[in-house]
């Protein structure tokens, strides 16, 4: 993370001098090589996989993939509150739960075929809940989540996912930018 914020910093500094275009050392090349050391192919090939689930997801119900409605549509089943059992929420809650349940699945598989060094992270595991925690709170205020914002409603072209997914990018960008600077690691 401190190359990618030194970088970020350097370029930001760069761009505002005007010096990016004539310094060799700001290539295109430089910056996705520092951005993804790892290469890109993982990214490109998740990326295709998401879209294609999107595609079927909506070729098959006419409704747009989030995960930010599947809490109110799995409680629909064992809660006789209104709010729970709302006509859309009865309605679409048999493929949500089959949706849910193939990301953990698509997760567990993928632990599988990898082993436990497919993906670790050293953040602690409360950083891990509280974090989920403002997700959750971020996907009820801004009414949907990173997928059904930023990749069905940004390829729909809907203002609000525009502005919610600028938002919460920037956001993230400052938070990250802001935690590194104050030393904070995992």
């Not at 205020?141 to 997914?165: E, F, P």
Request: hydrophobic content about 50%; some cysteine; aromatic content about 10%.
């Amino acid at each position: 993370m401190v190359g990618v914020t030194a970088l970020f910093a350097g370029a930001v500094g760069s761009v505002s001098r005007g010096v990016v275009a004539s310094d060799p050392a700001w290539t295109l090349a430089s910056v996705v090589n520092a951005l993804f050391p790892t290469g890109v192919t993982d990214y490109v090939v998740g990326g295709l996989l998401i879209g294609l689930g999107v595609a079927i997801v909506y070729l098959a119900t006419a409704i747009q993939a989030g995960n930010s409605t599947v809490l109110e549509t799995t409680l629909s089943y064992v809660s006789k509150l209104p709010r729970f059992n709302q006509a859309k929420y009865v309605r679409s809650r048999d493929w949500r739960v089959v949706f849910l349940l193939s990301i953990v699945a698509g997760a567990a598989i993928y632990t599988l075929a990898l082993g436990a060094g497919g993906w670790v992270t050293g953040v602690q595991w409360w950083r891990l809940l509280f974090g989920g925690f403002l997700v959750g709170v971020g996907t009820r205020i801004g009414k949907g989540c990173t997928m059904g914002h930023g990749v069905c409603g940004l390829g729909s072209g809907s203002n609000v996912s525009m502005v919610n997914v600028a938002t919460f990018v920037g956001l993230a960008v400052l938070t990250a930018l802001s935690v590194s600077a104050l030393g904070v690691t995992p």
